[in-house]
């Protein structure tokens, strides 16, 4: 709840220094007196848009702080503490400071912040309703979350995490299988271009080591001549008219004769001689191979050079060197194969995008059931707060309707708007653009005495709620603000006897010429002399000892 605020050099207020506590608290003054300078005021320290037009005077700057004590579990300390600032025992003081020039300055516990922060956290410190709002509850953009929050306070179930989880898996589905439909239509394009390289790699058939095994042959190709007379004369030398092998059997077989009488003095020679033998005939084989294997016919060199052209060609187009050319038929076979299988894999994505849409639809429509029971118990219990606010020929309708799935959110798929009909047969609209101004405020009041109980805890203002009322409407008016003060701290600006002598603490607003200059002062009214303030409210600036009567029989106990 808010507990100080120290206004300085404020339009007419030069120094002040108010202290809040919980319950109902009322200000009361003549019609010009500054009330709205208090809330203009705060307005600042929560983040308003600053002026420099509201420095009093010959004042250099303004300033105005507001405390506040919150409960552990406050909202507002989450955003504080999302900024690494501390609030020491739930205490978070907001600052402004602005100096002639229209700059400012804003803090949050004496850290410097910027004025959108002070709004982010206002926002979950203060409610402002008076005659011409545009925020709050006559914002339609709100009212989802306020009969969610109402739904919950009054036991209406409602799967709120699971609709949320299971938007959040549809949504992560539909992105999966956009992604894959994309990457299949550029793909498709690529397929022919695929296809015809495939069968060109799959005609052409490379292997590995081909190109050097191709260089080889063509080498002794082109030199087959050459090689083929240095074999035969080779063959010749062997088997000409000195018999190389015949001669090595020879000599093989008179030393293997002797070999046994000679004591081991001839095994090493008879073993090289068999060597011998065996290797010359291996190499007389050889040679026959090879002399066999060399094929001087032209049109064999012109085949390998038509093999490494083609390989070679392929090995440009494909930005590779020959031998990679096996992993790049593969690599591209595989990319086709995938191709191929996308159809498949774009069909089983389709089939769970299509189940998680259809849990979340399920789940989002049993929400939107609980809302619709939701709102008709508001609807209800709001019904028996207007009459005695003197909107008894009014209406008050939460209409809870499907949204298009292209709106579809975490959420669900409701639209909530609060809407009224000030006039019986009329047709219900907006609560903001239907209700006159007093009619407004009281539909607000009527609204919060409802939410109370879910609403999250925040310091409510009501400026001028009563309005344009009087008698029994404004008595009806002073007991439900009395009310809504049991669960939230309420600040009330009020020209009503009987929403005064609700409060349970009082301020009188006056203006008070000193030396030339006007300044405005709040002081707190005393139980001695709430009396005769209530009278000069009943009665004007002639206090009568009639209204001092009724004044009394006011603050004795007001009827409920």
Known sequence: ???????????????LDLEFESGLTVMTGETGAGKSIVLDALGLALGARADAGMIRGQAD????????????????????????LEAEEGVV?????????????AFVNDSPASAGLLKSIGSHLVEVHGQFDTHGLLDAATHLDVLDSFRAAAGVP???????????????????????????AKSLGDRDYLTSVVDDLVALDPKAGEERDLIDRRTVLKNA??????????????SGNADVESQLRAAHARIARTA????????????????????????????????DGIDPDPAALEKIDERLFQLRSAARKHHCQIDELVAVRERLAGQLAEISASGARLSELAEKAAAAKAAFERSARALHAARRVAAETLDRAVAKELPPLK????????????VGEDAWSARGLSRVTFEVATNPGSVPGPLAKIASGGELARFMLALKVVLAASAPPCTMIFDEVDAGISGATANAVGERLSRLARSVQVFVVTHSAQVAARATHHWRVSKASRSGATTTRIEPVAAARRREEIARMLSGANVTDEARAAAESLLSGPPS
């Not at 001549?225 to 062997?238: F, K, P, S, W």
Request: contains cysteine.
């Open 93 to 105: 003081v907001l600052r402004r400071v602005v100096g002639k020039d229209g700059r400012g300055k």
């Open 391 to 402: 909107l008894d020929k009014s209406t008050f309708r939460t209409a809870v309707a499907e």
């Open 158 to 184: 409602g799967a709120d995490d699971a609709c949320a989880t299971l938007y959040t898996t549809w949504r992560r589905a539909e992105r999966e299988l956009a992604d894959v439909r994309e990457n299949i």
């Open 1 to 15: 709840m808010l507990t100080h605020l120290s206004i300085r050099d404020v339009v007419l207020i030069d120094n």
């Open 225 to 238: 001549d050459q090689i083929r007379t240095a074999l035969v004369e080779a063959r010749q030398a062997l």
């Open 260 to 291: 046994a009488s000679a004591g081991g003095q001839l095994d090493d020679a008879a073993a090289a001689l068999e060597r011998a033998v065996i290797e010359a005939s291996e190499a007389a084989a050889a040679i026959e191979r090879a002399l």
């Open 61 to 84: 700057r303004l300033s105005v702080a507001a405390s506040f004590l919150l409960a552990k579990n406050h909202p507002a300390l989450g955003i504080v503490a999302e900024q690494g």
